[in-house]
């Protein structure tokens, strides 16, 4: 077959897209009418995955589930913006690895708000500028952001869902060779993230290394000084017109980041997969076993636990500690709600929410 006549085939294709995009979209107003008129949420996680899950099992075609979720996500994000449009915060500045994450849920269409600090987006979602805020929590080779995860205690906000991203970093300069490059800026943790590629490649060089705030920042620095090179997310090259020399410099081809959204009073109804994350401040814990008596709690309730990180009690001079923990489960499953009681004001209960493995 000819170009042409491929490329009048999926013009028609495209027509009965638009159509049949359009129509959902009625369909959406719909339900945002519904949903205003009950005040309802408008975004539901669970919802869309069950799209998801169901389109999975029926496609036969070429698309693989992640196609599918990329597609969909933006199909999603129009329809909230349709609904009702949302003002989305996240760790800036553009181009951060937290901008692709928060652009995986909420798409290209939604208003966001850049905000320099985790501490402004926490703050932006409770003052109410932004209805959610996307905050990275973890990297799977460095371990938690301790900064995001002490504001989880401090403010009063709830968990929405959790987006994983692959972390890939490039080495991008406008000079187009090493030897020309006096300093290269990242982010702390990405210089530790491509400890093999600094020590390869820039071995015995007078080079210096500069940590900046964000992978971004860095871009923008390179951007500036043509002596200079960034560690940086592509976007971010990109975004600010840096070369890129290499990519994907990172050691572990594992490397991934979680981040959260956030907004304020959220609750997820229950799906079939769930993940719990609660704030554990335990009374007496000079006592002997009372953090084994407290995880055996969950372990006698068959719950599995997947993540307990401690954090220090601040203002007192004692070693005392209280405990982010993640389990699998809703809040509203039966053995959950008996550890929920049993311990009370102790635990702060931040959000159940849709599982992403
Ligand atoms: C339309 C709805 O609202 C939102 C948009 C969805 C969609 O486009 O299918 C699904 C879930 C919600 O996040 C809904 O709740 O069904």
Known sequence: MELQDLRNRIDALDDQLLGILNERMELVKKVGDLKRSSQSIIYRPEREKQILDRLEKRNDGLLTRQAIDAIFFEIFAVSRNLELPERVSYLGPEGSFTHQAAESRFGGMSEYLVLPTIHSVFESVETGRAKFGVVPIENNQEGIVIETVDFLREKNLSIVAEVLLQVHFTFA?????????????????????????????????????????????????????????????????????????????????????????????FVNIKSDDDKTTIIANLPNTNRPGVLYEFLKDFNDRGINLTKIESRPVRGTSTFRAWFLVEFLGHVDDAPVQEVMHKYGSHLKWLGSYIRVS
């Open 173 to 265: 300069s406008q000079s187009d060779s090493l030897k020309n490059i006096r300093r290269i800026y990242s982010k702390d943790i990405a210089f530790r993230q491509c400890g093999k590629f600094i020590s390869e490649y820039l071995e015995g060089m007078d080079i210096e290394l500069i940590p900046v705030e964000s992978t971004s920042k860095a871009a923008k620095m390179a951007a500036q000084e043509p002596d200079s090179a960034a560690i940086c997310s592509s976007i971010s090259a990109r975004l600010f017109g840096v070369p890129i020399l290499y990519d994907n410099i990172e050691d572990s081809d594992q490397n991934r980041t979680r981040f959260l959204i956030l907004a304020k009073d």
